[in-house]
Every structure is written in structure tokens, then in C-alpha cells.
């Protein structure tokens, strides 16, 4: 094919993610960028509607045009967001000025009253979205987590929740997203209610939801805040004032201070209090979620310091 070993590797990965799931079902292919503002804007649209209509055979693929320059230069895409309808592996129509919920969904609905798309998981059972389709939208929940917007998070994952009711993921993220929006009482009303639930009960997805909900109890007002943070501050070598310092900075949003101040306690002495600096920090990690891009870099420093 004339193609190097990138633009290979590129064209695979395209074929699992968009090609072979348009040959049953119809795909909504965003081309998008970190940077790029109207895509931001446009997203939650293109997610609530792709998970509105999951059950009609309907599925989103993102493409990061910077990653993905490759796809992106083979669709002649020369502006984002640019948004297209797949199906079995063609275009089948230009979604890009179908900006807002209605209009997509009238375009899709057309589309959907032409093609044979299959619907539902395999077909089976048409109320049900199939296990790849709650993989991504639970992706692009942890994504959207990820990158701070916990309202859209909070979205992703009540829809998903309400697709999949037996899904502990999705609930563990709600919570999550909940805690991150300062909603606690809802969210610990949401752990409530899954725990109610024999399915979910014991689930471990849910243990980071707990957690989260654990480390906001911590929270206090600035003024307190302060306080701590000049008595850790002050007393370098004082492991209970570092990691009360930790706990309060982690509950008002500053994850970054107190991870370096949980860091530089366990760099000190990791062995203080069995090893509380460390068990606080994997809290914190179980808390935001093992595969978010801070949580690893993090662990990074983190395995530096113990095993150097």
C-alpha cells in the first residue's frame, strides 16, 4: 500500500475503531482537537445524543486530528470540528452543521429510516446498548473527568447509569463526578442507592466512589485551610500537620499540593504511621481514578521516591 510503518499503524487502528464497527452499525466520526474550542462546545452534543440513540445502532468515534494526522489528511479535513456519518466503512453524510440536538437527531433519524443499521446488542435485545458501546461512553466520561469537566462527566455517566442500571462503572463515575462538582450530599444519595442494589453491592468500581466521598468529608472553609497549610508549611518535619495539610488541600480541589505534600512526607519517612502518607496518596489515586493521566504521572514520582 505505500504506507510506513506510523501511517500503517494509523490505518489500523481507524479500521477497528470506526470501520468495523460501521459495518453494522452507524458511526458518528468527530474530528476534533485539544485546543479547539467549538469542538469543546459541540461535544456533550454529539455524546448525549450518540447515547440517547445507542439503542437504534447508534455509536461515536473521536479522532484527534494532532494524533491522527494520517485519517485526518485522508478525509481532507481542513477545519474542526468536522463531523461525519459512517456506514460499512463510507460517509454517508456530513454532520458538521448539525450543531445542536434536534438537528442531529432529525439527520440521524432519516439516515437510520434508510440504512440497515442494526440495532440493540447484536440485535438480541434492542432496549440494550452493547458492551462496546458502554466501554465508550464510560471512556468518555473518564475523559471529560479527566480533563475537569465534571458536569459533563456527571452526564455521561447518569446516562450510562440509566442505560445499564447493573453497571458499576458508571455509577462509581457519577459519584465521582458529583464529589468533583461539590455535590456531596447527592453523591453520597447516589452510593446510597447503588448499595442498595445485590448486583452492586460489593462491586469494586464502587470502592473509588467511596473513597472520593471519604476525602470530601475533609473539606473545610478557606480560612482553616490557610491555617493548616502555614502549620504544614511551618513544620516541615511534622507528619500530622502534613497530612491534615493534604487531606483539606485534596478536599478544596488543590490535588496537585497535596499530592507534593504526601510525596515529600513518605520521601522523609514512608515507614511514619505505617505508612499513612502512602496509604493517603492511593486513596487519592483510587479517588480520581487509576487511569487518569495525573493519577499516573503521579505514580511515577511516586515509585521514584520508593524504589529510586
Not at 47 to 75: M, N, P, R, T
Not at 187 to 199: F, G, T
Not at 211 to 233: C, F, H, I, M, P
Request: proline share 4%; aromatic share 6%.
Amino acid at each position: 500500500m505505500g504506507l510506513n510503518l506510523d501511517e500503517q499503524k494509523a490505518v489500523d487502528r481507524f479500521r477497528k475503531d470506526v470501520v468495523e464497527p460501521s459495518m453494522k452499525k452507524l458511526v458518528i466520526l468527530d474530528f476534533w482537537a485539544e485546543w479547539c474550542g467549538p469542538c469543546k462546545a459541540l461535544a456533550p452534543v454529539l455524546e448525549k445524543v450518540s447515547a440517547e440513540y445507542a439503542d437504534k445502532g447508534v455509536v461515536l468515534a473521536k479522532i484527534d486530528v494532532d494524533k491522527e494526522q494520517f485519517i485526518a489528511a485522508q478525509f481532507q479535513v481542513q477545519s474542526i470540528p468536522t463531523v461525519y456519518a459512517m456506514f460499512q466503512g463510507q460517509p454517508v453524510a456530513d454532520l458538521t452543521n448539525a450543531r445542536s440536538e434536534s438537528q442531529l437527531k432529525q439527520v440521524l433519524d432519516q439516515l437510520l429510516a434508510q440504512l440497515p443499521v442494526e440495532a440493540g446488542a447484536n440485535g438480541s435485545d434492542p432496549a440494550a446498548p452493547s458492551k462496546e458501546d458502554l466501554e465508550q461512553f464510560l471512556a468518555l466520561g473518564e475523559h471529560a473527568l479527566s480533563e475537569g469537566d465534571a458536569q459533563r462527566a456527571a452526564g455521561i455517566f447518569g446516562q450510562v447509569a440509566e442505560m445499564a442500571p447493573d453497571n458499576g462503572a458508571a455509577h462509581a463515575g457519577l459519584i465521582r463526578s458529583l464529589v468533583q462538582l461539590g455535590q456531596v450530599d447527592e453523591a453520597r444519595a447516589a452510593l446510597e442507592a447503588a448499595q442498595m442494589d445485590p448486583a452492586l453491592a460489593n462491586d469494586p468500581a464502587l470502592h473509588a466512589a467511596t473513597s472520593a466521598l471519604e476525602l470530601a468529608g475533609n473539606q473545610v472553609d478557606e480560612g482553616e485551610l490557610n491555617a493548616l497549610r502555614d502549620n504544614a508549611t511551618a513544620n516541615p518535619d511534622d507528619h500530622e500537620k502534613q497530612l491534615a495539610f493534604a487531606e483539606a488541600a485534596f478536599a478544596a480541589g488543590s490535588r496537585d499540593e497535596a499530592a507534593d505534600v504526601l510525596l515529600g512526607s513518605i520521601e522523609k519517612d514512608r515507614e511514619w504511621n505505617d505508612g499513612a502518607a502512602r496509604t493517603k496518596l492511593l486513596q487519592i489515586f483510587e479517588a480520581v481514578g487509576l487511569e487518569d493521566e495525573w493519577v499516573v504521572a503521579t505514580r511515577r514520582r511516586l515509585s521514584k521516591i520508593l524504589f529510586g
